[in-house]
Every structure is written in C-alpha cells, then in structure tokens.
C-alpha cells in the first residue's frame, strides 16, 4: 500500500519559515519525481516546487527565491523550506509522486498571518 505523509504544516507570522515534509511508503521512492502543490479552497491547485529523482529542481515563480525543494532517498523523504512566508502562501500544501504511476499525500495546512 503506497502512502504519502506529509507534515510540518502550522501557523506562522508573515515573514516567518516553516519546513514541510513528505514520507513515502510503498514505493520506490528515488524513482519518482517529487512535487508539492497548494490549493486555496476554491481555487486550482497550483504547483509549488518539483525534484526529479536526479535531483533537478523547478519553482513557480511564486516561490522562487523563497521556498527550497530538497529530497532525501534513504529516508524516502522530499521537503519544502518555506521562508519569507507571506499572507498568500495559506493554503493547502499537497505532496504529489510520479512516475509510471502517481499518488497524493492527504494535504497539510500553512497558514500565514499578516
């Protein structure tokens, strides 16, 4: 059974950092391309940041400068380093692997207030 858990969600002042993690199980996790996505409620969910399993990373502009995608194959792990964190970072962060096949994490809230 694959799973993808994330955590290190919370809630931190405008400019503040937060260190998001996502464990995988089930998988064979240096195969998979990495990705975190966020969702507002109402909105698409658009994508964060992204790590192949070789290590090459990509941002939205959103994020760049800001937020670091970085990944860990012997703990089968993948993070998100947010910082500078502003008001519309909240959201709902998604932990997304792919490959022949694609699976989700359950989500982990990061508010961010003004």
């Known amino acids: 059974q694959v799973q993808l858990v994330e955590s290190g969600g919370g809630l931190v002042q405008a400019g503040g950092s937060l260190r998001l993690s996502c464990t995988a199980s089930?998988?064979?996790?240096?195969?998979?391309?990495m990705t975190w996505y966020r969702q507002v409620s109402g909105k698409q969910r658009e994508l964060v940041a992204t790590?192949?399993?070789?290590?090459?990373?990509g941002y939205a502009d959103s994020v760049k400068g800001r937020f670091t995608i970085s990944r860990d194959n012997a703990k089968n792990t993948v993070y998100l380093q947010m910082n500078s964190l502003k008001p519309e970072d909240t959201a709902v962060y998604y932990c997304?692997?792919?490959?022949?096949?694609?699976?989700w994490g359950q989500g982990t809230q990061v508010t961010v207030s003004s």
């Open positions: 790590i192949s399993g070789g290590n090459r990373g």
């Open positions: 089930g998988i064979t996790f240096s195969m998979y391309s």
């Open positions: 997304y692997a792919s490959s022949h096949r694609d699976y």
